[in-house]
């Protein structure tokens, strides 16, 4: 099990695939797909082709593509003797098909990629034992647990690996993997689903979305003994910065922290979508505060501080809104009030103008600033942060801080450009990422002491 990481860009294959029942060369590089239709092809369904599977003629091996958007017959003139060219979701190398041409089912799935590496040091399987002997351990389990996803019960485990190479000399080199098992199946799309959940789960963890995660490896039932045989699923990913260098992921052992509730925060990824929507693109843009950053994580606290996500508790008490109910009911009545004589008492506009006021009576629609200081201080049923942050973020300077990230939000939101950076809109936003990561931390069931010591790792303030 050598290294795992790929080029994409250094992907090309070329072949053949059949679309309805008719050969048509095809070749892949660059991250698209080009399908040469010849001049005397006839495409009489209207059906969306999104999947594709090809083969390459010279060595047999096949390949599974999942199209960004479908070919269809009215939006590609087929016929003409003219190419198309399509953008890539993913795609599936060494791709095994059964004696009906489906997709081979396969129970397992592997990852490996520099920042796992890092996050779960393998070194420790080859020890120096002091005498004249080395001792290598070959396979060492660290943690497993089983995950809920799709309605199916998925096994997962955290592995280190050794593997030993000899020729003239030996070579000894441990990585760290994780593998998902489950039920046999043939979808894809499953395969990718459990890909995003390991991208979006270590985003979290560095911060930053250029992994180095680029493939992952499916074992049938009866796998190949060389790794590189079995099927690869490749995600497509034209957007994502290039990755980091070794030296600069190389931090703490981080997964001494996060294992107290790994299956928890796992679990939180799956049921809870978007939260990882806020993290940085690459390790540089973490120190630049730009208009993206403001909306990101600003947008990001709404969405976890919104009474149906189940995050936090709710801001007012059930008994606050029905009293905001009651007055909201009486406004309303108000503005629809009619004479002795059956006539409406105010216009069309006075009408809209008192029904207006009512809207605005919702305790719950709180503004960004009233939330911050909300959730930093505590309320109700909320314990406050102020044992997390409070090292970093003094606490006579919470109410200032929330403030100049409401103004900046809107500044950015409306395009005013009438405000100058300073150094106080940087640590408001800092401010909010951290209170962002210790919700959806306590949320895992992570206790403040351990929140506050993954904070220190992988934040920046």
């Known amino acids: 099990m050598g290294g795992f990481f790929v080029n994409l860009k250094d992907i090309k294959v070329s072949g053949f695939t059949e679309i309805e029942n008719q050969s048509i060369y095809f070749y892949y590089e660059n991250n698209k797909i080009t399908f040469c239709f010849p001049s005397d092809v006839e495409i009489n369904s209207d059906t969306e082709i999104f999947d594709i599977i090809g083969v390459i ?48 089912s396969f129970n397992k799935i592997y990852f490996n990629f520099q920042e796992l590496d890092h996050f779960l040091p393998s070194c420790n399987l080859v020890e120096d034992t002091g005498t004249e002997k080395i001792s290598v351990e070959r396979n060492r389990e660290i943690e497993s647990f089983t995950f809920n996803y799709c309605g199916e019960g998925i096994t997962a485990k955290f592995f280190s690996h050794a593997v030993i190479s000899s020729n003239a000399q030996a070579k000894i080199e441990t990585k760290s993997f994780i593998s998902f098992s489950f039920k046999e199946r043939n979808d894809i799309k499953f395969v990718s689903g459990l890909y995003r959940l390991v991208f979006d789960f270590f985003s979290f963890i560095y911060n930053r979305t250029n ?151 919702d305790s719950n629609d709180l503004p960004l600033s009233e939330k911050i200081k909300k959730i930093y201080s505590g309320y109700s049923k909320w314990e406050g942060i102020t044992s997390i942050l409070s090292e970093w973020f003094s606490d006579d300077n919470i109410n200032e801080l929330a403030l100049i990230t409401n103004e900046w939000r809107n500044e950015y939101a409306h395009e005013k450009r009438a405000s100058v950076l300073t150094f106080d809109v940087v640590k408001s936003i800092r401010l909010l990422e951290h209170i962002n990561y210790s919700i959806i931390l306590r949320f895992a069931g992570y206790s403040d002491r351990h929140i506050k010591e993954i904070l220190d790792f992988i934040l920046i303030r």
């Open 211 to 361: 992994l180095s995660l680029e493939r992952a490896f499916l074992f049938p039932k009866i796998p190949n003994v060389s790794l590189e045989e079995n099927p690869i699923f490749h995600d497509v990913n034209l957007y994502q910065l290039p990755c980091e260098t070794s030296e600069s992921i190389k931090n703490p052992c981080l997964f001494r922290i996060f294992r107290i509730k790994l299956k928890e925060l796992f679990q939180v990824f799956i049921d809870k979508k978007h939260i990882a929507d806020s993290i940085h693109p690459s390790r540089l843009d973490r120190n630049q505060i730009n208009k993206r950053l403001y909306l990101t994580i600003s947008a990001a606290f709404e969405y976890l501080t919104r009474e149906d996500n189940g995050f936090v508790p709710k801001f007012i008490s059930d008994k606050s809104s029905e009293i905001d109910k009651k007055v909201k009911d009486i406004i309303i009545e108000y503005a629809d009030a009619k004479d002795d004589k059956g006539v409406n008492v105010f216009n069309s506009d006075g009408k809209k103008k008192i029904k207006a006021i009512a809207k605005k009576i």
């Open 57 to 104: 003629p010279k060595t047999r091996k096949y390949f599974y593509f999942r199209l960004s958007t479908p070919l269809q017959k009215n939006e590609v003139p087929f016929g003409l003797g003219c190419n198309v060219t399509q953008d890539v979701d993913y795609f599936v190398e060494n791709i095994k098909l059964d004696s009906n041409y489906n997709i081979e």
